[in-house]
């Protein structure tokens, strides 16, 4: 089974400080695309950052960073200088299938960040 | 940027009376579209795939007659909640896959329609 797994419901930080979200999933396959998905209260979904798995240098975007570990299957993201703005709902989530005909996302259960002022 | 319309982004009706849910691509084509449903505080469940001239493809417990999916154009699809129920009550999202735009596979989201059925 595919699944995306992430282990911590909530969480808080301190404005200005660096918090990081877990996130582990299980795939047979060896090429994909995973993903961090904010939904800020508005339930819009953003796309935060997206990593292809054969690709071995962690993705960065400004302040948000992964930890790709491929062989642990593990996907941490990294929020540097946390801003008020900051605070949502963070999924998980890849796609099993890289190349292939579907763009089917499958989700982990998410994680609240609230950041502190 | 691709950009996918959902509407209506809130609606509330009587039980037993029928939703319909619009998502459309605006600035891209969009020969497959997907539709998710999120309950309070949980995360986002896929329901089924919406194709391009041919029938939805449903995820195992989505019962096919109850979220009747239609994608007649290449920029739209439509969910339609039949009969519903005080359950059906939930945040329903789209997206779609802009293809040939950005070449990765990044989905699009809609906003998101709220449905609460009395």
């Known amino acids: 089974a595919q699944t995306v797994t992430q282990s911590q419901p909530e969480m808080s930080v301190q404005e200005a400080e660096t918090v990081t979200l877990s996130c582990t999933y299980d795939t047979s396959e060896n090429n994909y695309y995973l993903f961090w998905y904010k939904q800020p209260p508005s339930r819009q979904m953003i796309l935060v950052i997206r990593?292809?798995?054969?690709?071995?240098q962690n993705a960065t975007e400004n302040r948000f960073s992964v930890n790709f570990q491929k062989a642990a299957k593990s996907f941490s993201l990294k929020i540097s200088d946390s801003q008020l703005g900051d605070t949502a709902m963070y999924f998980c989530?890849?796609?099993?299938?890289?190349?292939?005909?579907?763009?089917?996302?499958?989700f982990g259960t998410g994680t609240l960040l609230a950041v502190q002022p | 940027g691709a950009v996918v319309s959902q509407h209506p982004s809130w609606v509330i009706c009587k039980s037993g009376t029928s939703v319909k849910i619009e998502c459309r691509s605006l600035?891209?084509?969009?020969?497959?579209m997907f539709w998710y449903r999120q309950f309070p505080k949980q995360s986002l469940m896929l329901m089924a795939t919406s194709n391009e001239g041919s029938k939805a493809t449903y995820e195992q417990g989505v019962e096919k007659d109850k979220f009747l999916i239609n994608h007649a154009s290449l920029t739209l699809s439509t969910l339609t909640v039949t009969s519903a129920h005080p359950e059906d009550s939930s945040f329903y999202i789209c997206?779609?896959?802009?293809?040939?735009?950005?070449?990765?596979?990044?989905?699009?989201f809609g906003a998101g329609s709220r449905l609460t059925v009395l």
């Open positions: 990593q292809e798995a054969y690709k071995q």
């Open positions: 989530a890849f796609i099993p299938n890289y190349g292939g005909a579907t763009n089917k996302l499958i």
């Open positions: 600035d891209f084509q969009a020969t497959t």
């Open positions: 997206s779609a896959p802009p293809q040939g735009l950005s070449g990765a596979n990044v989905l699009t």
